[in-house]
């Protein structure tokens, strides 16, 4: 289906809008401050004198004594709106559960071709599946709200780019959640992807390109082709926000705390920056501060993008803190504002294109206890020129396959991995073509001479008469792997390691090779016995993790970038 916010046909009775109710319709005024409400605070339809705290004991006494008519009615209203939001009953509260649902944008989930998509999460043994979602933060400028609070005038209405990336694991028993970011200059290959509403087709990049760039490629949906391509992970939804809708969130959320070990103030001689201007300690960030703290680079850290994802974390760890243990969700004013700004603010899926489905998610969601939310970046390496980077071979790899196999990033769910199965029958051993790689190579080791060589005899020794070495390409791998291109040749990739004693977890599909392919890595250097090394499952150490529960979590700053 082609992108669309799904609205009724016809005439329909007209819906009350936000403003009419005292909430704040723009996110700014001219000088960047929040706009206030006729009623003073824009907390929503109940004035001041009317919020009063609702804390009480167990003998029934409340903050304000003597008033439980004030009490029934707030909680007649929190009950009138949790219906309105949730249950969309008849009446009035349909027509608003409608207009909510128009709010949202929806967009196609994966617009790349079938080859290159993820076989489907498989359930447990309890029959329960996890969920992987993709976060996409766009930086389009195609409003003049955007364009505001973005800049770079030279790049307004071109192709938005993905510079926020987060893959969300929910696991299946819903105990745990892992969080990895792709820093936005990671170089790979983006798949073919073809948009669905103008049926242009984006070919396959032919040289490595920076994941960002795959937004402006269709939409979301070649955001999703290009992870799952490169994981080998299935996505079951994105969730997607640009520049205002960041800052409208923050405002209805009231604020997320962050810390930075320094004062701070992102700008250069020459122009660059961010803008955020921040004294040492911990400041609750909302608007368009909240904005420039997930966009900062220049004064966090190395000033590379991979610090700017690591305040990402720790922005978002202090927003679920923040929702969960506040009574931003208690007041019903703030609820129903949360509501509307959400549901504006977001492009999703056309699976998760209802406000009833994204409550339904955000249950499943908050099972997880704060203490096992696990958020990291994507292990990688720098690229040859030093300005981009690369996903960091087996540390990467072994990152996705935690997520395909549903172990926790935590460590805390250590369990036995079952061996990995396929519906594709393996072909005869002496059908089997596969090519024998050298990649015994390290960072302090030369590369064994000869060792493809000798491992592709072994094969045909054992049988896999097609093996033959490649003598021009010697690479550096850490552990000894097998890789497949698509998954009609998954059997055979699987009946090569277990030929050669190696676990199926070595097994893995990759858009890098064009039929199986044995790299023979450098636990392997010499004789003709495969000796599997001992997995824990634990992340590995280039893996570095951001915990939800860390509220001690504070930002290192820059010396080039503070201020007295």
């Not at 061996?419 to 090519?435: G, M, Q, R």
Request: charged share 25%; proline share 4%; glycine share 10%.
């Amino acid at each position: 289906m082609a992108r669309s916010s799904v609205r009724g046909e016809g005439a329909r009775p007209r819906v009350p809008q936000a403003g009419e109710l005292g909430w704040d319709d723009s996110v700014y005024e001219e000088g960047g401050d929040a706009v206030r409400t006729a009623d003073g605070d824009g907390t929503g339809p109940l004035g001041p004198q009317e919020r009063g705290p609702l804390g009480g004991d167990d003998d029934g006494r409340h903050g304000i004594t003597g008033r439980p008519r004030r009490r029934r009615r707030i909680l007649r209203w929190s009950a009138m709106v949790l219906s309105v939001l949730i249950l969309g009953t008849a009446g009035a509260g349909y027509l608003y559960y409608r207009h909510l649902n128009n709010n949202l944008k929806r967009e196609d989930l994966n617009i790349g071709d079938a080859k290159d998509r993820a076989a489907k999460s498989k359930p447990n043994a309890a029959g329960q599946t996890p969920l992987n979602i993709l976060l996409i933060g766009s930086d389009a400028r195609n409003s003049t709200e955007n364009q505001k609070l973005g800049g770079a005038k030279d790049t307004f209405d071109t192709p938005a780019r993905a510079d926020v990336q987060m893959l969300l694991h929910l696991s299946a028993d819903r105990t745990n959640m892992s969080v990895v970011s792709m820093p936005r200059d990671t170089l790979l290959q983006i798949p073919n992807c073809t948009d669905t509403e103008t049926g242009k087709t984006y070919a396959a990049s032919s040289s490595l390109t920076m994941t960002n760039d795959s937004l402006g490629r269709g939409g979301p949906g070649c955001t999703v082709a290009t992870w799952e391509k490169l994981t080998d992970i299935h996505i079951d939804h994105f969730i997607m926000v640009d520049f205002a809708g960041v800052v409208s969130m923050a405002d209805a959320i009231g604020g997320v705390p962050v810390c930075v070990d320094a004062n701070i103030y992102s700008h250069t001689s020459t122009g660059h920056g961010s803008g955020l201007k921040l004294e040492e300690g911990t400041t609750s960030v909302k608007g368009k501060q909240a904005l420039q703290w997930l966009r900062t680079r220049y004064g966090f850290e190395d000033g590379s993008d991979i610090g700017r994802t690591k305040a990402q974390h720790q922005y978002m760890n202090s927003m679920v803190r923040q929702l969960r243990e506040n009574a931003t969700l208690s007041n019903p004013g703030k609820l129903r504002g949360l509501a509307e700004t959400a549901t504006s603010a977001l492009t999703v899926d056309q699976g998760l294109g209802s406000v009833t489905k994204l409550y339904d998610l955000s249950k499943e969601l908050k099972k997880v206890p704060t203490k096992r939310i696990t958020m990291t970046t994507m292990p990688w390496v720098y690229s040859s020129d030093g300005n981009r980077v690369l996903p960091k071979p087996a540390d990467a790899d072994k990152v996705w396959r935690l997520l395909r196999e549903d172990i926790a990033l935590d460590g805390k769910d250590k369990k036995k991995t079952a061996e990995k199965t396929s519906s594709d029958p393996a072909a005869a051993d002496d059908k089997i073509a596969v090519l024998v790689r050298n990649g015994t190579r390290t960072s302090t080791l030369a590369p064994v001479s000869g060792r493809a060589s000798a491992v592709s005899e072994l094969l045909v020794g054992e049988g896999f008469t097609q093996a033959k070495a490649d003598p021009s390409t010697v690479t550096a791998e850490a552990a000894t792997v097998i890789r497949y291109p698509s998954a009609d040749l998954e059997g055979d990739a699987l009946r090569v390691a277990k030929a050669l004693g190696m676990s199926s977890h070595a097994v893995e599909k990759s858009a890098d090779v064009s039929g199986v392919t044995l790299v023979v890595g450098a636990d392997w250097r010499d004789g003709t016995t495969y000796k599997a090394p001992e997995d824990d499952d634990s992340a590995p150490e280039s893996a570095k993790l951001d915990k939800g529960s860390d509220t001690s979590a504070c930002m290192h700053v820059n010396p080039d970038y503070t201020w007295s």
